[in-house]
C-alpha cells in the first residue's frame, strides 16, 4: 500500500499498535483505517483498484467498505470502467460530511473554537475575547465548557458526530497525564486540562485531548505544506509568546517531556528583559506581540485596549505602515532584525525546508520577509542550507484549526469511533 503523503497520517501513528495476535475486530478495524487513509491521499477509487493497490482480498474490501459506508465515511458514486469487460464499478469516496473533529484554542486574551468535517469544510469558527491570564484555569475553563457545549449541541441538531475535542494551550503539556505542565503566559502551571474539561462536559461528551499550539498550528500548516512535498517544517507562532511547532522527515517533533521548540526562551535579549516564564533576555520579549505593540503604538493609544479584538488591533497596525506610519515602520524593522537572530540559529539546528511565521507576523508579511530573506541570504554558507519562508495565512487561530484535524486522526486510526447511521 502506498504510504500516505498527507501529513497526519504520518505524524500521529504512534508506531504499530497491533504486534503479534491482534484481535479480529482490530484488525478490521485497523483495515478500514487503511482504506481511508488510501482513499484520502489518492482519491475516489473503484473497488477493484482499491483491493490491487491495497492486496487485500475484493471480499474483504466490499465488507470493509460496507461497515465504512454505514457510518458514512464513504459513499460510492459515479461508475469507473477499470478496462475489464462487464459491469463497469463504482468509484469510492471519502465522505465524512457529519464527522467532525473540534479544535479549542486558549490563549493569553482569547479562545477560539473550529470544527472541521473529515471533507474538510469547517462548519463551527468562534472567537471569544476572554482575559484568560488574569481569570484563572477554573472560570476560563467553565467558559470554554459553555462554548463547547452550545457548538456541541449545534452540530448534534444538524446530525453531526464529533469524534474528539482537541484543547491547544500556549504551554508544555504532560501527554501521560492529559494536563498542561507550564503555560508561562497564561500563569498557567499543572492544571488537569483533560480530567478539568470532561468532567465539565458530562460522560457523553467526545473524548477530550490535549497538544501544545505552535505544535497544533504546524499540523494545520503541514496539512497544506505536504501536498507540494515539503516534509520538514519550522512553524513560529506570533503571539505573546512565541515557540515552534517542528515537524521533521514528516513527523510532528514533541522531544522526551514535550519541551521541544519552546524557541520563545532562547537567551536572545542581550537587554535582560524579565520574562514570564522565570528568566531574563527571552527571545519572545523582544519579538512577541506584547513587545511589538509597546513599541509600534504609543501609550494612551486605543491599540493597546486589551478588550479590543487582536485581529483589528492589527489590522488597524498593518493600514498604519501602509501609511509610512514611521513608529509603525520601526517597530516592524526592529522585530525583523531581533527575528533574523533566531531565526538564523533555528536554520543551524534543524536545517528546515520551509519556515512559517504564524500569528501577528502573517499582518505584516510585505514589511517582515523581505527583510527576513535578505539577512537569512547574507548567511548561507552552502545551496543545502537554504530554507524558504513565508507567512502563514491562517491567522491567530490556526491552532484550534490544527486541533480539529488532529481530533479527526483518531477516525483514521480506527472508523469504528464512528457509530453507525
Ligand atoms: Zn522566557
Not at 485531548?209 to 517544517?233: P, Q, S, T
Request: aromatic content about 4%; hydrophobic content about 45%.
Amino acid at each position: 500500500m502506498t504510504e500516505d503523503p498527507t501529513p497526519s497520517g504520518l505524524l500521529l501513528r504512534q508506531g504499530n499498535p497491533l504486534g503479534g495476535r491482534v484481535a479480529q475486530a482490530e484488525m478490521r478495524a485497523s483495515n478500514m483505517g487503511l482504506l481511508l487513509r488510501h482513499l484520502r491521499s489518492q482519491g475516489g477509487r473503484s473497488r477493484a483498484q482499491l483491493a490491487s493497490e491495497t492486496g487485500l482480498s475484493k471480499a474483504t474490501i466490499s465488507s470493509l467498505i460496507a461497515a465504512l459506508a454505514e457510518r458514512g465515511l464513504v459513499r460510492e458514486g459515479e461508475p469507473v470502467r477499470d478496462g475489464a469487460v462487464g459491469r463497469p464499478g463504482l468509484t469510492v469516496t471519502l465522505d465524512g460530511t457529519y464527522v467532525a473533529g473540534v479544535g479549542l484554542q486558549i490563549n493569553v486574551d482569547y479562545v477560539a473554537l473550529t470544527a472541521v468535517t473529515l471533507t474538510g469544510t469547517v462548519v463551527r469558527e468562534s472567537v471569544l475575547p476572554v482575559d484568560v491570564a488574569h481569570l484563572g484555569a477554573d472560570i476560563v475553563l467553565d467558559r470554554v465548557a459553555t462554548m463547547l457545549r452550545r457548538t456541541l449541541a449545534s452540530l448534534r441538531e444538524s446530525r453531526t458526530d464529533v469524534v474528539g475535542i482537541t484543547v491547544s494551550p500556549p504551554g508544555v503539556i504532560d501527554y501521560a497525564a492529559g494536563a498542561l505542565r507550564f503555560a508561562p503566559n497564561l500563569g498557567w502551571r499543572n492544571v488537569p486540562l483533560t480530567e478539568a474539561l470532561s468532567r465539565r462536559l458530562g460522560a457523553d461528551a467526545p473524548p477530550v485531548h490535549l497538544e501544545n499550539d505552535a505544535k497544533l498550528a504546524a499540523v494545520a500548516e503541514y496539512d497544506r505544506m505536504a501536498r507540494d512535498g515539503i516534509r520538514d517544517l519550522l512553524y513560529l507562532t506570533g503571539d505573546v509568546g512565541v515557540g515552534a511547532g517542528i515537524i521533521a522527515e514528516g513527523r510532528l517533533v514533541r522531544g522526551w517531556s514535550g519541551f521541544s521548540g519552546e524557541v520563545g526562551h532562547l537567551p536572545l535579549d542581550p537587554g535582560l528583559t524579565p520574562c514570564n516564564c522565570g528568566r531574563r533576555g527571552c527571545w519572545e520579549t523582544v519579538v512577541g506581540l506584547a513587545a511589538f505593540l509597546r513599541s509600534a503604538v504609543p501609550e494612551g493609544d486605543s491599540l493597546r485596549d486589551p478588550a479590543r479584538p487582536i485581529a483589528d488591533r492589527l489590522l488597524t497596525l498593518r493600514a498604519r505602515a501602509d501609511a509610512g506610519d514611521e513608529r509603525t515602520l520601526a517597530a516592524l524593522a526592529a522585530i525583523a532584525e531581533r527575528l533574523a537572530t533566531g531565526l538564523g540559529i533555528l536554520v543551524d539546528v534543524l536545517n528546515p525546508r520551509m519556515i512559517v511565521l504564524g500569528g501577528y507576523y502573517g499582518y505584516f508579511r510585505e514589511y517582515l520577509l523581505p527583510a527576513l530573506e535578505a539577512k537569512l541570504e547574507a548567511r548561507l554558507i552552502d545551496e543545502g542550507c537554504r530554507t524558504l519562508l513565508a507567512t502563514s495565512e491562517l491567522g491567530l487561530t490556526a491552532s484550534a484549526l490544527g486541533g480539529a484535524l488532529l481530533s479527526l486522526e483518531h477516525v483514521f486510526d480506527d472508523p469504528t469511533v464512528v457509530a453507525g447511521r
